[in-house]
């Protein structure tokens, strides 16, 4: 893993074409804090996940984790982007307004 020579990592960005790729990388950097004495705060992680409409299987298989702990999707101007866009997600923020 390189790193630049910031002294504190307060934003980090990790992409990869696989599930499996990125849980590596999690691996990887999760060990590399470790070391250093640092820890992920996995309520501010989140993760995206792109895929085809054609691969429904991808909203089970792409559970991320940190230290046992769920990495929950974004949340951002009140509208959830989860990994299959569902409406129901979207939408019920809104209906108690």
Not at 37 to 64: D, E, Q, W, Y
Request: charged share 20%; aromatic share 8%.
């Amino acid at each position: 893993m390189f790193m630049t020579s910031e002294m504190y990592a307060d934003d980090l960005m990790q992409a990869a074409t696989s599930i499996d790729g990125l849980r590596k990388q999690m691996a990887l950097l999760e060990d590399f804090s470790a070391r250093w004495g640092l820890t992920i705060n996995a309520s501010k992680t989140k993760v995206m996940v792109f895929s085809r409409l054609n691969s429904p299987h991808i909203a089970t298989t792409a559970v991320l984790k940190i230290g046992g702990e769920v990495v929950e999707p974004p949340n951002q101007l009140g509208s959830f982007a989860n990994r299959c866009w569902h409406r129901h997600r979207e939408l019920n923020p809104l209906q108690g307004r």
